[in-house]
Every structure is written in structure tokens, then in C-alpha cells.
């Protein structure tokens, strides 16, 4: 039985497939470890995304550890100098790293966003100026659109301060002029009054509309200062929603938004 190991069949054929088999499975044991570690079926949204997303990599990183140790393995029951081998692949290790530096710190920086999440697909963000959201990331390149439909392709190692407006609640402000004879007492009234309205239908908001109280005494009206928290990229959108809300709702109890005048004063001449 001990001459059967040392055999050409058992050397060049069984223990190949023995070397195979054990890498098949140890990588199947990891994989499913990993699974467990980064099980994500309890966790909801962003969290639930970036998780999958380093389980993955983790996972298929492995795998090509795996392949090429079981490689070296069967190259070196088939007594091929495996240690050449190795030396030779740092050469060219070294080699492709000098050629393919920027697409190495590409991949490196996309790794880097996706495992300390950034951002992700969805965020509204702001690159060197340019503000949008984010339709792709990529190991290389993140693209951003933003909203008149221009799509900025950005190298992921150029991407070395990032603003994301998707982290927290935005806040909607709104600067309400009022005319200056109005009661300002019962104008308060009706903000609150048509704030409470607002609240009940509009599903964007992350908090309660907050008057703000009076914040310019203008040249020709009061100016009030208006304000909630929004879900995140929708601030401008609530914005607007105010405007009109406000606007319809002091009409609606009385009160007009006054708009700049011009009082001109001129003398006739005697003929």
C-alpha cells in the first residue's frame, strides 16, 4: 500500500484531484463562514447594501487565494519549481504594479469607498464643484449625474474630499415677506395654522415646520423666516411646496404677499 503513494498515478493524477477537492471545500467552509459573519438579512437599507457589498469582495477575494495556492500546490506534486515560479510572479508583480499604478489606486480608493460607505448609489453628493447623484460605482470610476442630466465620470483615486448632503436630514428655509400694516399677531396665527396643514399631508418632512419669527424688516414688507427638516435631497423640493402652500394659505385668511413699489412724484411746469 505504501508503494501506491509513491506511484505516477497517485503523484500526477490522485493527488491533484485530492488538492482540488480540499480547496473546494475549504473555500465552501469561508464562504459560508463569511456569510454568517456578514449575514445581513436583519439589517434594512444603506447598511443592508454595504455589507453585501464587503461580503463579496471578501468572498471573492479568497476565492482567487484559494485557486492559486492549490495551483502551487499541484505544480509542485507535477516537481515543478514552484519557488522560481514565485519569484518570477514578484518580478512581474512589480513589474505590472509600476505600468498600472493609477488603475491599482483606482481599485484601492473603490474598495476604500465602498467599505468605509462614503457614499452610495442614490446619494446626492458634491465632487470638486460638482453636485449629483450617484449612479454607479465602480473598483475604478464613480459616475455622478446631476440634475440637468450631465454625467460627471470621476477616477475613484481623484476623489479625495467628498461632500454627501444623503447623511442627515436637509432643512427646507423659506423667507416670507408680509406687508408691513398687517397684524402680525393674527399673521402668526395663520402660519401655524396652515403649518399644521402642511405637516399632515406632506410625507417629506422629518420634523415639525418651525416659525423661525420675524428676520428682516425690509424696504417694503416683514420678512419672516420659515424652516424644517427634510428627508435627505429633498430640501428644495419642500421649498417649493412652502411657497405655495404659504402663500395660498395667507390669501386663503386675508393676508396678501406684498411685492416692491415705486412711488414716483413729479412737478408741472407753469406755461
Given at each position: 500500500m505504501s508503494n501506491y503513494f509513491e506511484t505516477d498515478l497517485f503523484k500526477y493524477v490522485v493527488l491533484p484531484v485530492i488538492y482540488i477537492a480540499i480547496g473546494y471545500l475549504f473555500h465552501k467552509v469561508l464562504k459560508i463562514a463569511i456569510a454568517r459573519i456578514f449575514d445581513s438579512h436583519k439589517i434594512k437599507g444603506k447598511d443592508k447594501k454595504r455589507v453585501d457589498t464587503t461580503r463579496i469582495l471578501i468572498q471573492n477575494f479568497?476565492?482567487?487565494?484559494?485557486?492559486?495556492?492549490?495551483?502551487?500546490?499541484?505544480?509542485?506534486?507535477?516537481?515543478?519549481?514552484?519557488?522560481?515560479?514565485?519569484?518570477?510572479?514578484?518580478?512581474?508583480?512589480?513589474?505590472?504594479?509600476?505600468?498600472?499604478?493609477?488603475?491599482?489606486?483606482?481599485?484601492?480608493?473603490?474598495?476604500?469607498?465602498?467599505?468605509?460607505?462614503?457614499?452610495?448609489?442614490g446619494d446626492d453628493i458634491e465632487v470638486d464643484g460638482?453636485?449629483?447623484?450617484?449612479?454607479?460605482?465602480?473598483?475604478?470610476?464613480?459616475?455622478?449625474?446631476?440634475?440637468?442630466?450631465?454625467?460627471?465620470?470621476?477616477?475613484?483615486?481623484?476623489?479625495?474630499?467628498?461632500?454627501?448632503?444623503?447623511?442627515n436630514p436637509a432643512l427646507a428655509i423659506l423667507e416670507l415677506p408680509i406687508r408691513y400694516e398687517s397684524d402680525l399677531d393674527q399673521v402668526e396665527k395663520a402660519l401655524l395654522k396652515i403649518s399644521k396643514t402642511i405637516e399632515k399631508t406632506c410625507n417629506k418632512l422629518k420634523g415639525?415646520?418651525?416659525?423661525?419669527?420675524?428676520?428682516?424688516?425690509?424696504?417694503?414688507?416683514?420678512?419672516?423666516?420659515?424652516?424644517?427638516?427634510?428627508?435627505?435631497?429633498?430640501?428644495?423640493?419642500?421649498?417649493?411646496?412652502?411657497?405655495?402652500?404659504?402663500?395660498?394659505?395667507?390669501?386663503?385668511?386675508?393676508?396678501?404677499?406684498?411685492y416692491p413699489q415705486l412711488e414716483v412724484h413729479y412737478e408741472r411746469e407753469n406755461v
Open positions: 479568497l476565492k482567487y487565494i484559494i485557486m492559486i495556492v492549490v495551483l502551487l500546490f499541484i505544480l509542485n506534486a507535477y516537481s515543478i519549481d514552484v519557488k522560481s515560479i514565485l519569484a518570477g510572479l514578484g518580478i512581474g508583480v512589480a513589474v505590472v504594479g509600476l505600468a498600472f499604478q493609477d488603475i491599482l489606486k483606482d481599485i484601492l480608493a473603490g474598495i476604500s469607498i465602498l467599505l468605509e460607505n462614503q457614499f452610495e448609489v460638482f453636485r449629483g447623484q450617484v449612479i454607479f460605482i465602480g473598483l475604478k470610476t464613480t459616475r455622478i449625474k446631476n440634475y440637468k442630466g450631465a454625467v460627471k465620470i470621476i477616477s475613484n483615486r481623484n476623489i479625495t474630499q467628498v461632500i454627501n448632503y444623503s447623511l415639525p415646520i418651525e416659525i423661525w419669527g420675524v428676520d428682516q424688516l425690509g424696504d417694503s414688507s416683514v420678512v419672516y423666516k420659515i424652516a424644517v427638516l427634510t428627508i435627505p435631497g429633498e430640501q428644495f423640493n419642500v421649498e417649493r411646496l412652502l411657497k405655495k402652500e404659504f402663500k395660498q394659505g395667507l390669501e386663503k385668511n386675508g393676508f396678501s404677499i406684498p
